[in-house]
Each structure stands twice: as C-alpha cells, then as structure tokens.
C-alpha cells in the first residue's frame, strides 16, 4: 500500500483513515480535519485503490487491507511515539477499521466510523446470490457485476460530477472474486462485533443505498463499549462527508466534538 498523506504540525493524536477510494475517492475531508483539530492524519487508500499499487478490485485476501493499515500504524507510532491513535474508515474503509481494531484493541483511543459496511445487503445477498457469486468465483473470479449508480453516492450535484470524473476512482464493475472477499470480511465483522470495547462513534444515512443502516444498529446494539453513540442523517445518502453542506458541517463538527471530548477525557485522568 503506497498512498498516504501525512500533515506534521506539532502532533496531539492521529488518525489513520483506511481509505476505500472505490466510493470515498481523492477527498478534502481529510485537509479539513487536520486544520481543524486532527493534527497529524494518515490516509491510507487501500491496494487496488486511490493512488496504491495492485490491479483495481482485486485482493486475494481481505486481511491485506487489515495488515497494511496496521504497517501504517506502526509506522506512523515510530514518527509519533506516545500519542492517542482514532481509527476513521468510512464504507469498506470501516470494515478494515473495525477489523483493524478487532485485531489490535489495545493500540487505539477510539474509532469513527461513517456509514460502514456491515452487514450485506439483504436485496443484494440473497442466498441463491450468494451460492451463484461462489460457483462464479471458481470458473470467471473477474466477471464483473455491475457499477455502483454515483447518483446514490450524495445528494450534492457538484460531489457527484466530482466522483464520476475522478481517475482515481474505480469506475468499472465490482468483480465477482471481490464480492466473495467482502462477504468474507462481513463473516468476520460479525464474529468481532461482540468484541469492540473501544470508544466508537458512528455516522451514517438512513437511505444508505450500499451500507445499509441495518449494519450501524447491529453494531450498536452488540459492541459491548460502554461509550458508543450512533448519528442517524434522515435522508442523507452514503458519503456523509461528501453530502449536501449542511450536512458535511455537521458530521465534521461531530467528529471534531467527540474526539476531543475523548482527548480531555484522557488528559484529565492521567493528572487526577
């Protein structure tokens, strides 16, 4: 994994953003939270994404994303030793971060998580689907299954001509080998959902079109962390980060209130 960006002011915590440019794409989103309270952040847009090496949707495990995220990590802890780490992953990207948490739950202060894949969508994955996307994966993994509509995206016109024309992003069929492997990373998402203790904030739109809201509730109600809270948008679509302004302000406003009222917290604790 290549891509990443780094800004290096005089560091309080860091975010690593386990980046699926797939939907997110090549975004402000991060530029404004590092001027505006996340001092240092890392972007990490994962392999056969955004600007990282490997042929578009195409893994041959899931767990690639995961352990890159976490090389990152280590890294990034080298140049900033000693400083609180919040996970932010938004669409695949929280998939990676809630299995990046589940496999280190030591190593982060939180995790934010905006409208995160789940949970399969109960129209898309039916079971005859699913059995027809697993004999296909045996005789054309590459056969592709249709295009995300960039109209489910956002309601913000200039947002979506944006995503339709960003090189960076996939603009092509998801390939049935990449369906399997995000089935498989929803299997695991299930079996780590009753073990995420950690701080969690999660943010989603109640017509999600491809993370259903239904994945947001499930992980609410079985993450035993005794400090979660779950922003339903009414009417918002997918990337709430890329929404109408109204909207965009305030998930930014409710990341920025919360990590810091986490980072109090900490400060507070470690002086009494």
């Given at each position: 994994m290549e891509a990443f960006r780094k800004w290096s002011q005089l560091p309080k915590n860091f975010f690593l953003n386990p980046e699926c440019s797939q939907i997110l794409g090549v975004t402000d989103f991060e530029t404004q939270m590092a001027c505006s309270g996340a001092p240092v952040m890392v972007e990490v847009a994962a392999v056969g994404h955004g600007q990282s090496e490997g042929d578009r949707m195409v893994v041959s495990d899931f767990h690639v994303f995961v352990r890159d995220s976490l090389q990152h990590i280590d890294?990034?802890?080298?140049?900033?030793?000693?400083?609180?780490?919040?996970?932010?992953?938004?669409?695949?990207?929280?998939?990676?971060?809630?299995?990046?948490?589940?496999?280190?739950?030591?190593?982060?202060?939180?995790?934010?998580?905006?409208s995160p894949l789940v949970v399969a969508s109960p129209d898309v994955a039916t079971p005859i689907k699913v059995f027809a996307a697993k004999i296909l994966n045996l005789v054309l993994p590459n056969l592709s299954l249709g295009s995300i509509d960039p109209n489910v995206i956002s309601r913000n016109k200039k947002e979506v001509d944006s995503y339709t024309t960003d090189p960076l992003i996939y603009h092509g069929g998801m390939k049935v080998s990449f369906v399997i492997q995000l089935l498989n990373a929803i299997a695991k998402i299930e079996r780590a959902l009753p073990k995420l203790t950690l701080p969690l904030l999660v943010l989603h739109g109640s017509p999600d079109k491809l993370c259903d809201i239904k994945g947001s509730y499930l992980l609410m109600d079985t993450a035993p962390s005794q400090d979660k809270t779950l922003k339903v948008y009414d009417e918002a679509y997918h990337a709430l980060h890329k929404e109408l302004p109204e909207v965009t302000a305030s998930v930014l406003k409710e990341i920025q209130s919360w990590i810091s009222q986490k980072l109090s917290a900490a400060e507070e604790a470690r002086h009494s």
């Open positions: 890294l990034m802890k080298k140049d900033h030793p000693g400083l609180p780490v919040f996970l932010l992953g938004h669409s695949m990207g929280g998939a990676i971060s809630i299995l990046t948490a589940f496999e280190r739950p030591n190593d982060f202060s939180g995790m934010v998580l905006i």
